[in-house]
């Protein structure tokens, strides 16, 4: 696996594998690092289905907020090189936030609507900052393909919509949510969590397969369903709701509170932002209504 921290050396690389192999499909992961199972998913994927794998590691200042966690973000380049060699990766990418961003950027994507709600409502300029590094790194590497988790299903909807409003010649891959042996979400986060916190952080995943089975109830309304969906949090102590809303998915649109879910045919998503102390998770399930077939 080759290394590289400047954007010269990446083309350098990169141009010399097109080279080599033009129609070789090149596949590209983008992770802020601190690698766990879920982002191993993407690598092997990738590595399975394209013939050069790029993963980036860089934890991008422009989608954290001025009072998040960017400073203190975990970060060990060495164990994700190790994790990324094991599955395969053929180029690690671990730029500099000086070699991302040597002066100031002028430029910004902005993605309306669907980046607005949920966590581009509490989090305001979060997926201008990832539409713009992903952008960048779309140019940079010019994959065929590049993997993104449906552990931030709004952040696939969110890159979905801005690749097919700019004609990007990327296919977007979503892959499934990874998670721990009590269902939570495999996150680079959870290492803030305290013990209690982390035995409480397990309500997430049990509140969506407790939708997912009230889905289909008689009488299931949009409204109470999501009610359920935060009483269900609420019964642990340490959590604090930032979010739990049931929207239509991709296109994140909201759904009248007295809608009866068993008579509607379409793909919605329940998704959660909680906070246990200072650390925020999110965790989303997509849900099938009535008739509907999942179409991600
Ligand atoms: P991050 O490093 O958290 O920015 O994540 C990088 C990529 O890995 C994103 O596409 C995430 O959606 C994906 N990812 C993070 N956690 C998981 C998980 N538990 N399962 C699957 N994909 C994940």
Redesign the pocket.
């Known amino acids: 696996m080759i290394i590289c921290t400047t954007i010269s050396e990446l083309r350098t690389i990169l141009n010399g594998q097109r080279g080599e192999a033009p129609d070789g499909l090149i596949g590209l ?6 690698l ?4 191993a ?2 690598m092997q994927r990738s590595v399975n289905e394209c013939a050069f794998t790029v993963l980036t590691v860089f934890v991008n200042p422009l989608q954290f907020g001025p009072n998040e966690d960017f400073d203190r973000y975990p970060r060990d380049l060495e164990r994700d090189a190790a994790l990324a060699e094991k599955h395969g990766v053929d180029l690690l990418f671990a730029p500099s936030v000086q070699e991302m961003y040597p002066t100031r950027p002028l430029t910004k994507i902005l993605i309306n609507e669907v980046a607005d709600r949920l966590c581009g409502a509490s989090r305001p300029g979060h997926f201008d900052g990832v539409g713009t590094v992903v952008t960048k790194l779309f140019n940079l590497v010019q994959p065929g393909r590049a ?6 299903a709004q ?1 696939v909807a969110v890159i979905q919509q801005m690749v097919n409003d700019l004609n990007t010649p990327v296919d977007i891959v979503p ?5 721990e042996a009590d269902g939570l ?4 986060r959870n290492v803030y969590l305290s013990s209690d916190e982390r035995a409480q952080a397990v309500i997430l995943s049990r509140t969506l397969q407790q939708a997912e089975r009230m889905l289909r109830e008689p009488g299931m309304t949009a409204g109470k369903l999501s009610a359920e969906a935060a009483a269900s949090i609420r019964t642990s102590p340490l959590a604090v709701i930032d979010y739990a809303e049931l929207l239509t998915y991709p296109s994140l649109q909201p759904i009248d509170p007295d809608q009866l879910l068993t008579e509607m045919n379409q793909t919605l998503i329940l998704a959660l932002a909680v906070k246990f102390g200072g650390t925020r998770l999110i965790d989303n399930r997509l849900l099938q209504s009535a008739g509907g077939g999942l179409n991600v």
Request: proline share 4%.
């Open positions: 992961v983008p992770t802020m690092g601190f766990h199972d879920g982002h998913s993407l993997y993104f988790g449906m552990k931030d952040q892959c499934e949510t990874v998670r979400a495999m996150s680079s």
